[in-house]
C-alpha cells in the first residue's frame, strides 16, 4: 500500500501518449547511469542503463538520454500504458571504489486511461 | 520461481524488541545487498555482502546486524528496534559486486510501535 502524505514529483499522462522522466545526478564520475521502475508493494526492477561514455541507448519503448553537461538523465516512454504506472528511479553506479548503486529520488508516473 | 524471496513480508513490533528478515536468492549470484526505502521513497544501501564477505557497510547503527551463511542467502537482524527503523527493507542480488543490474524482492515492511 501507499503511505499518507508523500510528496513526489507526479508525473500525470494520457495513455497512449509519450512520457519524459528527468533526473539530475550529482556525480560527474559515474560510469553508469540506470533506471529502475517500482510498481505498488513491489521491489525496484531494472529497466535500462547507460554507459557515461554515451549519450542515448534505446530500448523496448524506453530511451535514454545523458547530458554530461548539464548532469541530466531522461527517460522517455513511447506510447505510454496503464502498466507503466509505478514510480521511478535514476541511479549511479560507479565500477570503482563503493561499487553501489546510489538512488535519485523517484518520479510517481500516473497513467489516465 | 521466485528470484529473490524475503519473509515476512510485513512486520509490526514493538519498540525494543529485536526481529530478523531472511532473503533468499536462487539466481546463482554472487552478490547480495539490503536496502532501506524510508516513507518518501528514498531508496539507500545498507550492506553488501559478495561470496557471504562483507563488502559494504554503511553507516548504519550497530542495533543492524546481517548475516550471511552462504552466497545464497543474506538475513538481518535488528536489535533494540525503534520508531526511525519503520521503513521498507529490501534485499537485492547481483551477479558480482561490480554489477549495476540488481534483482530486488518484494520487501519486508517493518513497521515499529
Known amino acids: 500500500g501507499e503511505s499518507v502524505g508523500l510528496h513526489l514529483p507526479t508525473l500525470s499522462v494520457q495513455e497512449g501518449d509519450n512520457s519524459i522522466i528527468n533526473c539530475a545526478y550529482s556525480?560527474?564520475?559515474?560510469?553508469?547511469f540506470i533506471w529502475y521502475k517500482q510498481e505498488s508493494g513491489k521491489g525496484p526492477q531494472f529497466i535500462i542503463d547507460i554507459r557515461s561514455n554515451m549519450d542515448k541507448r534505446q530500448g523496448q519503448r524506453v530511451t535514454v538520454l545523458l547530458n554530461k553537461t548539464v548532469k541530466h538523465l531522461s527517460l522517455q516512454i513511447a506510447a505510454t500504458q496503464p502498466g507503466d504506472s509505478a514510480v521511478y528511479f535514476c541511479?549511479?553506479?560507479?565500477?570503482?571504489?563503493?561499487?553501489?548503486?546510489?538512488f535519485g529520488s523517484g518520479t510517481r508516473l500516473q497513467v489516465q486511461p | 520461481d521466485t528470484a529473490v524471496s524475503q519473509t515476512p513480508k510485513y512486520l509490526v513490533t514493538q519498540m525494543g524488541n529485536d526481529k530478523s528478515i531472511k532473503c533468499e536468492q536462487n539466481?546463482?549470484?554472487?552478490?547480495m545487498y539490503w536496502y532501506k526505502q524510508d516513507s518518501k521513497k528514498f531508496l539507500k544501501i545498507m550492506f553488501s555482502?559478495?561470496?557471504?564477505?562483507?563488502?559494504i557497510n554503511e553507516t548504519v547503527p550497530n542495533r543492524f546486524s546481517p548475516k550471511s551463511p552462504d552466497k545464497a542467502h543474506l538475513n538481518l537482524h535488528i536489535n533494540s528496534l525503534e520508531l526511525g527503523d519503520s521503513a521498507v527493507y529490501f534485499c537485492?542480488?547481483?551477479?558480482?559486486?561490480?554489477?549495476?543490474?540488481?534483482?530486488f524482492g518484494a520487501g519486508s515492511r517493518l513497521t515499529v510501535l
Open positions: 541511479a549511479e553506479f560507479l565500477l570503482t571504489g563503493r561499487r553501489a548503486l546510489t
Open positions: 556525480n560527474s564520475a559515474s560510469d553508469y
Open positions: 537485492a542480488s547481483s551477479h558480482g559486486p561490480g554489477a549495476n543490474v540488481l534483482t
Open positions: 555482502y559478495n561470496n557471504k564477505e562483507l563488502i
Open positions: 539466481l546463482g549470484h554472487d552478490t
